[in-house]
C-alpha cells in the first residue's frame, strides 16, 4: 500500500488587513506547494480558529492566474496589451521613468503609494525608505483607520485597551461596528465561550442584520451614521436610573457633571427617533448592562466609515466609564492594541532623512490628486510617476471615475507590484510579479490582539517573481540612495535588529523559536486603573478635538480636516452624516463580504462561488413602493456616478438603507464600474478619512 507522504508543519502569521492577525500552522507539502492553513491552537487569541478564506490559502498561492512575469504595457492604457519583460529591464524602465519625471517637476512628482495588502512591517513600510531617500511625495493614511482611532484616542489618550482574551470572562460581549463574523472570527471565538461556559449574554449593534447580528441574544439595527445617539441614550439611563458608578466617575473621568447635564435631553425616546430603535431595546441594553459589571465593548473599524465616525467612537467608549465596567476582568473596552507593542520601524521606514518640507498627498483623494486638482496636490506639481504596493486604489478608493480617470493620464507612468491583474494593474504602464506572505520573511503585530507574530518563509516563490523588498533595493540601487542607512539590509537583518532594539535579545532566531511575543500589558494598565493616558490621569468627556495629538493627526502642512467646527463638546449625536433627501432618498452602505478581504480574494473561485455575484439589498417595503422584484437590475446613483445592480428583498436592512456587501472587482460589475463609484473622498473631521458607509443614492430601474 502507498503510504502518505509525511507532512511538515510551518508557523507563519496571516498577511491580511484584518485586526485579529492569526498564528498560523500551514501543511508544507514540498518546496513550492502547501497544502491546508489552519489557525495555531498553541497561540491564546487564534485558539486554532481562522476564516474560512485564509484556510483555503493553497487556492490563491496556487492559482492558475496568479502573475508570474513582468509585463510592459502595449497600445493604450486599459486596452490589455502586454509583452513580457526581464526583471533588469523593467527596473530600469521604472528608475528612467522616475529620473525623468523628477527632472521635470522635481521630486514630489513621484508618488509611491502603498496600504495594507500586507500588514509585514517590512514588505509593507519598506517603500518609505525609498520615499524618504529620494525624497518624493508623502502620502497621508486615511483609508481606514482615522476616524475610530480619532474618537478612541480623544478619550483615552492611548491605543490599547482591556485584554481581548478577556471576552471569554465576560458576561457581557458588546459587538459594535464589526461584522465580527467574517471580518474578526476570533471575536466570535472568545464571546461563544464566555456565552457557553458562563452565559454571557451577546449584544450586536450594526446597520443591517449580518451574520454577526443573527449570533446575538440582543442584536440593535440602526440607522447608519447613528450610533452616538444610542451611546448618549445609554448613558442618559445610567444617570436616570443610578446605574452609574459616581465613584468610578469621581475618580476617573473630568467632568462628570457636565456630562450629566449635557444628557439630560439625551432621552431613549430622543434617541430612537434619530436611530430607528425601540424605546423598548434602548431600556432593554441599558438595564443588561447597568446590571452587569463585566460588560466587555468591542468596538470595531466601522466607526471609521462614516462622517461622524470619530464622534460616535468617543461617546461609545463613554459608556464603560459612566457605568465604570473598566474596573472588572472581562469588562471595559477594546479598539487596537497599536500602542502595546514597542516595535520601532524607523531602519525599516528611512525615517531618519524624511524631509519634513516634503508634501504630503491625502492617500483617499488620489483622484483628486491625479487629475491635477491644486489643493489635493498641496499646491505641488502633478503626479507623474508612481510605484504602487499592496493596494488597489483603482478599485478601493472612493470618487472611482475620477481615481481611473487619473490613472488614464498619458503623461503618467504607472509601476503596480502586484499579484493578480487587478483593476489597478490594468491601467499600469509596467506590472511586476510579488511573493506572497509564505515566500518571504516578515513580522506582524496584531492589532485586534497581543502578540508580535514572525512570519517566516516556508516556501519558494515562482522563479520570476519578486518580494517587494527586492523591488526597494533594486531601485535604490538605480537611483543612487542604496548607500543610505537601512538599505543593503536582508528581511531577517531588519526583522532582527527590531526586534532586539525592543529589548526581545535573541532577536530574531528567539522569535522564530518562540513564534510569538505576548505583549499585553499588566491589567491595571490595561484597564487604565492607573489612569487614562493623559496628564491629569482623567477619561475625557470633553475631547479637545483640535490639539488632541493622536496617532493619525494630518502633518502640519495638510492641516485639520473636515468641519471641525461642528464637532460636539460632549458625547453626542453629530449632523455630519450625508443625509438622505428627497433628491436621494436612500443611505447606502457598503460593508464587507465575508468571503472577500478588501479586493483580496475577490479572485479565488471558493471565494466567488460562495458570495455568488454583486447585489443589492432592499428592504421589501421599499421595493414594494418603487415596483421592483427580486432579480430586477436596478441603477443606484448621486452625483459621483452611477452602478447598476441585481437586487435582493430582504428585511435584513432597514427600510431607507441600502447594503452591497463587497469589494468585488469593478470588471464584476454590469458596466464594469465599481462600488466606489458612488462612494465619497470629502475628508472627515477632525483628522481625515473617507466615509465609505455613509452616502446618500437615488434608484431607479434600469432600462
Not at 525608505?129 to 511625495?137: E, N, P, Q, V
Not at 489635493?376 to 504596493?389: E, K, Y
Not at 548607500?483 to 532577536?507: C, I, W, Y
Request: with cysteine; hydrophobic share 40%.
Amino acid at each position: 500500500m502507498n503510504k502518505p507522504l509525511p507532512v511538515t508543519i510551518g508557523h507563519s502569521a496571516c498577511p491580511h488587513d484584518c485586526p485579529s492577525t492569526c498564528a498560523l500552522d500551514v501543511e508544507v507539502l514540498d518546496s513550492r506547494t502547501i497544502g491546508r492553513v489552519r489557525g495555531a491552537a498553541a497561540n491564546d487569541y487564534t485558539a486554532g480558529v481562522i476564516c474560512a478564506k485564509v484556510a483555503r490559502y493553497a487556492e490563491r498561492i496556487h492559482h492558475k492566474d496568479r502573475l508570474l512575469k513582468p509585463l510592459q504595457r502595449v497600445g493604450a492604457k486599459g486596452e490589455g496589451g502586454w509583452r513580457e519583460i526581464g526583471w533588469d529591464d523593467a527596473l530600469d524602465l521604472v528608475a528612467e521613468e522616475f529620473i525623468k519625471a523628477e527632472a521635470r517637476h522635481g521630486s514630489e512628482t513621484v508618488w509611491p503609494y502603498q496600504y495594507a495588502g500586507t500588514m509585514g512591517l517590512v514588505q509593507r513600510d519598506g517603500i518609505h525608505r525609498l520615499r524618504h531617500a529620494k525624497r518624493y511625495s508623502g502620502q497621508f493614511d486615511t483609508i481606514c483607520t482615522n476616524m475610530a482611532w480619532t474618537g478612541w484616542f480623544v478619550g483615552a489618550g492611548a491605543m490599547r485597551g482591556a485584554d481581548p482574551r478577556e471576552m471569554a470572562k465576560s458576561d457581557c460581549v458588546i459587538i459594535w461596528g464589526t461584522n465580527a463574523v467574517a471580518t474578526q472570527v476570533n471575536v466570535m471565538t472568545h464571546a461563544a465561550k464566555a456565552r457557553k461556559e458562563r452565559g454571557a449574554k451577546i449584544v450586536v449593534i450594526d446597520v443591517y442584520d449580518n451574520a454577526t447580528m443573527k449570533q446575538a441574544d440582543l442584536a440593535l439595527k440602526l440607522r447608519p451614521g447613528t450610533d452616538g445617539a444610542l451611546a448618549c441614550a445609554l448613558m442618559h439611563i445610567a444617570f436616570r436610573d443610578g446605574t452609574a458608578d459616581r465613584d468610578y466617575l469621581a475618580r476617573f473621568t473630568d467632568d462628570p457633571a457636565g456630562l450629566e447635564a449635557h444628557l439630560a435631553t439625551r432621552t431613549p425616546q430622543w434617541a430612537a427617533a434619530i436611530t430607528g430603535l425601540g424605546v423598548e431595546e434602548i431600556e432593554a441594553f441599558a438595564a443588561l448592562i447597568g446590571r452587569t459589571q463585566r460588560s466587555y465593548f468591542r468596538l470595531g473599524y466601522g466607526f471609521t466609515r462614516q462622517r461622524n465616525g470619530a464622534v460616535a467612537m468617543h461617546a461609545a467608549m463613554s459608556i464603560p466609564a459612566v457605568y465604570g465596567h473598566w474596573q472588572y476582568e472581562g469588562g471595559g473596552a477594546f479598539h487596537s492594541n497599536s500602542d502595546i507593542f514597542g516595535l520601532d520601524k524607523s531602519e525599516i521606514m528611512g525615517t531618519a532623512y524624511r524631509d519634513p518640507a516634503i508634501r504630503f498627498i491625502d492617500q483617499c483623494r488620489i483622484g483628486a490628486a491625479l487629475t491635477g486638482d491644486a489643493e489635493a496636490l498641496s499646491g505641488g506639481p502633478p503626479v507623474t510617476a508612481m510605484l504602487i504596493q499592496n493596494t488597489n486604489p483603482a478599485n478601493v478608493c472612493p470618487e472611482q471615475r475620477l481615481v481611473r480617470r487619473g490613472f488614464a493620464r498619458d503623461d503618467l507612468f504607472t509601476c503596480v507590484h502586484e499579484q493578480f491583474m487587478t483593476d489597478t494593474a490594468k491601467l499600469a504602464d509596467l506590472v511586476l510579479p510579488a511573493t506572497m506572505f509564505l515566500e518571504h520573511d516578515d513580522i506582524y503585530r496584531g492589532g485586534g490582539q497581543n502578540h508580535i507574530v514572525l512570519g517566516p518563509k516556508l516556501v519558494e516563490p515562482p522563479e520570476t517573481v519578486r518580494t517587494n523588498h527586492f523591488v526597494f533595493e533594486e531601485l535604490a540601487k538605480r537611483l543612487g540612495v542604496a548607500d543610505r542607512p537601512g538599505f543593503g539590509l536582508s528581511e531577517r537583518q531588519l526583522v532582527d535588529n527590531m526586534v532586539k532594539a525592543a529589548g526581545h535579545t535573541e532577536g530574531y532566531d528567539g522569535l522564530k523559536r518562540d513564534r510569538w511575543i505576548d505583549c499585553q500589558p499588566p491589567f491595571e494598565e490595561a484597564h487604565f486603573l492607573n489612569g487614562f493616558a493623559w496628564p491629569d490621569g482623567k477619561f475625557r468627556f470633553k475631547p479637545d478635538w483640535i490639539g488632541a495629538m493622536a496617532p493619525n493627526r494630518p502633518p502640519d502642512s495638510l492641516g485639520l480636516q473636515g468641519p471641525v467646527a461642528d464637532l460636539p463638546a460632549f458625547p453626542d449625536h453629530a449632523e455630519l452624516i450625508e443625509a438622505a433627501d428627497a433628491s436621494h432618498p436612500y443611505r447606502l452602505a457598503t460593508s464587507p463580504a465575508r468571503q472577500f478581504l478588501n479586493s483580496t480574494f475577490a479572485e479565488t473561485t471558493g471565494s466567488r462561488s460562495r458570495e455568488g455575484a454583486p447585489e443589492l439589498m432592499i428592504h421589501p417595503e421599499d421595493a414594494a413602493r418603487e415596483g421592483l422584484v427580486a432579480g430586477d437590475i436596478v441603477t443606484i446613483g448621486n452625483e459621483r456616478g452611477e452602478v447598476r445592480l441585481a437586487l435582493t428583498i430582504t428585511e435584513t436592512v432597514k427600510p431607507g438603507v441600502l447594503v452591497h456587501e463587497g469589494i468585488w472587482a469593478n470588471t464584476d460589475f454590469l458596466d464594469e464600474e465599481g462600488i466606489n463609484t458612488l462612494t465619497g473622498a470629502d475628508p472627515v473631521a477632525p483628522f481625515g478619512g473617507a466615509a465609505f458607509h455613509d452616502n446618500r443614492v437615488w434608484l431607479k430601474t434600469s432600462a
